[in-house]
């Protein structure tokens, strides 16, 4: 439930609303050196205490502690490494050093989980063995449990500041321990009342709990190493920013894949079939741009399209050369440069504009009464007025 409320609450903040890489990372730093302090402290007094007040219960929960500041290390560690440049070997950057440490985490707490639980069924086998717990156990408990909700609440508010998965899963980590705290003091209670089985009941809930946000954690941070897509929603905010892009006539083929808290875009955009190829790129360059301010987004490749489709029609139809070396033969060796044609390749067929100078006039007469040229649908001819545009 902890988790659906986590996803929850990233879906509504706003898209534009991240950090820079700068203040994530010092977030980071100062965050995950606040949470090892608290668990440093907890972990040590749950641990010695619980084994004073024999009670199973708050041993667990101090090695729960202990894990999270294993964890902390963990994350301190990915936040250096993750927000590196990009070098030769990383071309898109170290952002995935982030999933990869959600990935360890949640791995911890899966193995931390699973040895609470074996450690309290093997204390089912003999229950007559189980000691009375001292009721100091209690007041270490319920510090331990505004402690760690503290903890939370302060972590979870820097994780969205500057929108990092990876905060946010050490924040739920934090959060996983408060309840078992309660779960603990409960335990405690039930025990102190003459239920010695209430002690390592919670240990047993606790381990659960643990091993519940483990998986949860872990199966989302492996899914996003394996290309994870964005979901239905983020994917149409996409298409319609780049629809809504000057020159675009349609968005298709958008691809994604998460690298850290950002996301990657592949996507094909089709555009008016007879602009030029430097009017292409520059709508090209105007999508990406949109993309990576109102989104979180890292990178963008484009793939303009000026037909309809890519058709497998396309990879058959003459190049440029072929067509001109058609043309040169009704109209004399050496009459048409390279550059004077132009060619379209849409839906599979060709059409072709030939470029001629004012002077040429006799020249466009005989390029209209061309015989017809295989796959070629339409041919203009254009003279062109040269030099510069009247100034006044």
Request: overall charge negative.
């Amino acid at each position: 439930m902890v988790l659906d409320e986590y996803k929850m609450k990233q879906v509504i903040m706003p898209p534009t609303d991240f950090a820079d890489s700068n203040q994530k990372q010092q977030a980071a730093q100062q965050s995950t050196l606040v949470s090892a302090v608290v668990n440093t402290l907890l972990s040590l007094a749950q641990i010695l205490i619980g084994m004073f007040a024999h009670s199973s219960g708050l041993v667990a929960d101090g090695i729960h502690s202990l894990s999270d500041l294993l964890a902390d290390f963990v994350v301190l560690i990915a936040n250096r490494f993750s927000h590196k440049a990009a070098d030769e070997d990383h071309p898109y950057g170290h952002l995935r050093f982030e999933t990869a440490a959600s990935l360890m985490l949640g791995g911890l707490l899966l193995v931390v989980g699973l040895g609470m639980l074996w450690s309290s069924a093997m204390k089912f086998r003999t229950p007559e063995l189980i000691p009375h717990v001292h009721s100091v156990a209690l007041w270490v408990a319920l510090v331990a449990l505004f402690a760690k909700e503290s903890l939370f609440r302060y972590m979870l508010a820097v994780a969205q500041r500057v929108r990092s998965s990876m905060l946010a899963a050490n924040a739920w980590h934090a959060r996983s321990d408060a309840a078992s705290s309660l779960v603990v003091a409960l335990g405690i209670i039930g025990n102190l009342m003459g239920f010695p089985l209430f002690d390592p009941l919670a240990a047993a809930i606790v381990g659960f709990l643990v091993s519940r946000m483990g998986w949860h954690f872990g199966y989302d941070a492996f899914q996003d190493l394996m290309d994870r897509g964005v979901d239905v929603a983020h994917l149409e905010a996409l298409a319609e920013t780049l629809c809504q892009t000057e020159g675009v006539v349609n968005a298709h083929d958008i691809r994604t894949r998460k690298m850290g808290d950002l996301v990657v875009v592949d996507a094909h955009l089709r555009v008016g079939s007879h602009i030029s190829v430097s009017e292409g790129h520059q709508v090209a360059l105007q999508a990406e741009k949109r993309l990576l301010d109102l989104h979180a987004v890292s990178d963008a490749t484009i793939h303009i399209d000026a037909d309809g489709d890519d058709k497998v029609a396309n990879l058959v139809l003459p190049s440029r050369q072929m067509l001109l070396h058609q043309l040169n033969l009704y109209l004399g060796d050496g009459t048409l440069k390279l550059e004077q044609l132009q060619v379209h390749y849409l839906d599979g067929r060709v059409e072709m504009d030939i470029l001629l100078p004012s002077s040429a006039a006799a020249l466009a007469d005989r390029c209209r009464a061309l015989p017809a040229i295989d796959k070629v649908t339409r041919l203009r001819v254009f003279l062109q007025i040269e030099g510069p545009l009247n100034e006044d």
